[in-house]
């Protein structure tokens, strides 16, 4: 079975900062992870993935994620963050052979003018 | 756009009262599934379905049942709603065969149980 654990639950950021989510998870089978965005009142909307290949993967909006097997963990980084990207971002896994995806708790990213 | 649609968008309904959310796509996708969202839980699994009525149960399936009779439709029952059921209810579909769990989310359906 697989699991999420997303390091912080709130992450406060002055604009044009960097910062970094971070997530790690734990799983007897290869993995495919995922980060997902959420804006208030709105669905998820998948933000980048790791399916395979290159552990540094880029996704939309300048963010970007690094898949390290060794630490179990799926960060996910931005330079230069805007106010804009204040949301909820989700860490989700799923094995290899897909079907079913488990997520984290989420970490609510708050950027501050 | 996946094509997903979940009705009834928001619903305030009365402890033990059933209550059934409808996820309708128009992409013919095999995998479909129903999570719930909690403050601090994230999403989790209640109940996934790989063909025509063929289903299984998620993380939190207790007090929740699924059918689909048609590929585009995925209903979720609640056959006697409780309190601890009021969330937020997303459907999401798998993308593809279903195969890497990349998933497309419908808009929610919030779901209040007084």
């Known amino acids: 079975a697989q699991s999420v654990t997303q390091l912080d639950s709130q992450v406060p950021v002055f604009e044009e900062a960097p910062v970094e989510l971070r997530c790690n998870y734990s799983?007897?089978?290869?993995?495919?992870l995922f980060w997902y965005v959420q804006y208030p009142n709105q669905g998820l909307q998948l933000l980048l993935k790791?399916?395979?290949?290159?552990?540094l993967v880029k996704g939309i909006n300048g963010f970007e994620a690094e898949f390290n097997k060794s630490q179990t963990s799926f960060h996910l980084r931005k330079p230069s963050v805007h106010i804009s990207d204040t949301a909820e971002y989700f860490c989700?896994?799923?094995?290899?052979?897909?079907?079913?995806?488990?997520f984290g708790a989420g970490t609510r990213l708050f950027v501050k003018a | 756009d996946a094509g997903i649609t979940q009705s009834p968008r928001h619903k305030v309904t009365e402890t033990g009262t059933p209550v059934t959310l409808r996820c309708h796509q128009t992409?013919?996708?095999?995998?479909m599934y129903w999570y719930r969202q909690d403050p601090g839980h994230g999403l989790r699994l209640i109940h996934y379905?790989?063909?025509?009525?063929?289903?299984d149960k998620g993380e939190v399936s207790d007090g929740y049942s699924v059918s689909r009779s048609k590929t585009e439709d995925f209903l979720l029952t609640l056959e006697s709603a409780t309190s601890s059921q009021t969330s937020v209810y997303f459907c999401?579909?798998?993308?593809?065969?279903?195969?890497?769990?990349?998933?497309?989310f419908g808009e929610g359906s919030r779901l209040t149980v007084l």
């Open positions: 989700a896994v799923s094995g290899t052979g897909g079907f079913k995806t488990i």
């Open positions: 799983s007897s089978v290869s993995v495919y």
């Open positions: 790791y399916l395979s290949g290159s552990t």
């Open positions: 992409e013919n996708h095999r995998y």
């Open positions: 379905s790989y063909g025509v009525k063929d289903t």
């Open positions: 999401a579909i798998g993308k593809g065969d279903g195969g890497t769990g990349e998933l497309f």
